[in-house]
């Protein structure tokens, strides 16, 4: 059974940082594009970024370029989302997915195979 288990949330306050991680279990997904997401309350899914794990090149959304940096670790199986600079509009529950597509449109949620159960990130002002 594929498993896709997040960690690293919780409350920072603006300016700060903090580090999802994303470990899969039941399948390496070592080909595969993984992404993360986020919701926040009342607002639609939103494309944070995404990782091809063969070559490791990385796509990201417009309002966190230059902020957050994903990155994959194959040996480990995790891949993870470095996010500084955080701001309160930052706050939402991210999902890290994979996609099993290896071409397309990486910002659509709709694409994606496998969810974890998301891990909430609370940015204060």
């Known amino acids: 059974q594929v498993q896709l288990v997040e960690s690293g949330g919780g409350l920072v306050q603006a300016g700060g940082s903090l580090r999802l991680s994303c470990a899969p279990s039941g399948h390496t997904f070592r080909n595969f594009v993984m992404g993360w997401f986020r919701q926040a309350p009342g607002k639609d899914r939103e494309f944070v970024a995404a990782i091809r794990r063969s070559d490791l090149m990385t796509y990201y959304g417009d309002a966190v370029k230059g902020r957050f940096t994903i990155s994959s670790d194959n040996a480990k199986n995790t891949v993870s989302l470095q996010m500084i600079s955080l701001e309160p509009e930052d706050t939402a529950v991210y999902y890290c997915?994979?996609?099993?597509?290896?071409?397309?449109?990486?910002?659509?949620?709709?694409?994606?195979?496998?969810w974890g159960q998301g891990t909430q990130v609370t940015v204060t002002s």
């Open positions: 997915a994979v996609r099993s597509l290896y071409f397309g449109d990486y910002t659509a949620s709709s694409q994606y195979d496998y």
